[in-house]
C-alpha cells in the first residue's frame, strides 16, 4: 500500500467515525436545528405546563437522574478524561463514560474532543471555534460573538479535523465503535425517560409527561448548560489564575454544570481533574473522579497541588 493510499484510508475512516466529513451537511445541520429547537421550545413551555399538573414525581425523579447521567457522561467522560486525560480509567469505565456523553446528544466523542481542543489552543483568539470574542469587543460585536459561542458556530460548515485532533482517539476501538453508533445513544436518550415513566406509572400520560421532562426539557437544560461555559464563562466571571484567555468563574453554573463553571483554573491547568479548587466551589465531577479512584476503577488522577495552584495564581 502506498503512503497515498493508506492516508486515503485514514483519511475515509475518520468520516465514518465522526458521522461525516471534515464539511458538514444539510441533513446534519437540519438535525442540529431539529435538536436545538425542539427542546429550546419546551423549556419555554416547562413552567406553565409544570403549573397545570403535568408534573409528578417520576417525572423529576426521572429528569434528574438522566440529567445527571449525561451531564457527567460529558465532564468527566467527553471532557476531563477524553479530551484532557486528567486520568486513566479502566475499559469499563471508559465505555461507560463514552456512551453517558454520547447519550447528552452533543455529537460523538470524537468529533466533540477534536472541537475541544481546537478550542484549547485558540482560546479567544483566531483559531478559537466559539470565542465570543470573535467579532470584537464593542457592544455589537460582542453580542454577536455571545450567540455564536453560545450555539452559531455548530452551524458552521467547517468542521474540526479530528485526524489533527484527535488521532489518539481514532486508534481506539472502542471509541471508534461508540461514535460510530452514536444514532444509537441518540435513541436510548429519547426513548429511556418515557419507557422509564410507563413502567412507574403503568399509564400512557406518565409515558408522555416522562418524554417531556425526562426527555426533551432535560435535553433543552442540559445544553444550553453546556453551551453556556463556552459564552458567559468567556465574558464574565472572576479571574483569579492566569490564562491566556478570558476564561472565569461563574459561580451560580457550578452545579448545574457540574463544576465546570469553575473556568478559569481550567484554562490555567488544563488537565487537572478538579476545576473548583477552593473548598466552597462544588465539583461534582472531581467528586464523581474522586469516587472512582478510590473504588480502584481510575489511577493517576491529576489532582492540583497547592505547588502549582501558587505558580498559577495571578495575585
Excluded at 148 to 176: C, N, S
Excluded at 201 to 230: D, E, Y
Aim: with cysteine; aromatic share 12%; charged share 20%.
Amino acid at each position: 500500500m502506498t503512503a497515498i493510499e493508506s492516508a486515503d484510508q485514514t483519511s475515509a475512516t475518520v468520516e465514518r467515525v465522526t458521522m461525516g466529513e471534515d464539511v458538514q451537511s444539510l441533513r446534519e445541520r437540519i438535525a442540529l436545528a431539529s435538536f436545538i429547537a425542539v427542546p429550546f421550545i419546551a423549556f419555554l413551555a416547562a413552567i406553565p405546563i409544570a403549573w397545570g399538573g403535568w408534573l409528578g414525581w417520576s417525572d423529576v425523579v426521572i429528569t434528574f437522574v438522566m440529567y445527571g447521567l449525561t451531564l457527567h457522561g460529558v465532564t468527566v467522560g467527553y471532557h476531563r478524561l477524553f479530551t484532557h486525560k486528567s486520568f486513566k480509567p479502566n475499559r469499563a469505565v471508559k465505555i461507560v463514560l463514552a456512551v453517558l456523553g454520547s447519550m447528552a446528544i452533543e455529537g460523538p466523542v470524537i468529533r466533540w474532543v477534536a472541537d475541544h481542543r481546537k478550542h484549547h489552543k485558540f482560546s479567544d483568539k483566531d483559531g478559537d471555534p466559539h470565542s465570543p470574542w470573535r467579532y470584537g469587543n464593542s457592544f455589537v460585536g460582542l453580542t454577536k460573538g455571545f450567540l455564536w459561542a453560545h450555539m452559531g458556530w455548530l452551524f458552521d460548515p467547517e468542521q474540526t479535523p479530528i485526524d489533527k485532533y484527535a488521532p489518539d482517539l481514532v486508534k481506539d476501538r472502542d471509541l471508534v465503535r461508540i461514535s460510530r453508533m452514536f444514532w444509537m445513544w441518540v435513541l436510548a436518550s429519547i426513548l429511556l425517560p418515557p419507557l422509564a415513566g410507563f413502567l412507574i406509572t403503568w399509564s400512557w400520560q406518565g409515558a408522555a409527561t416522562a418524554f417531556f421532562w425526562g426527555t426533551v426539557v432535560r435535553i433543552g437544560l442540559l445544553h444550553h448548560v453546556t453551551w453556556s461555559i463556552n459564552s458567559i464563562c468567556h465574558v464574565v466571571g472572576e479571574r483569579p489564575f492566569r490564562s491566556r484567555d478570558r476564561s472565569g468563574n461563574v459561580w451560580w453554573l457550578a452545579i448545574p454544570s457540574g463544576g465546570e463553571s469553575w473556568h478559569n483554573l481550567h484554562h490555567a491547568d488544563p488537565t487537572s481533574a478538579r476545576h473548583g479548587v477552593r473548598r466552597w466551589q462544588l465539583d461534582s465531577s472531581a467528586r464523581i473522579i474522586w469516587i472512582l479512584e478510590k473504588l480502584g476503577w481510575v489511577r493517576d488522577v491529576r489532582w492540583p497541588t497547592r505547588e502549582r495552584l501558587e505558580a498559577k495564581s495571578a495575585a
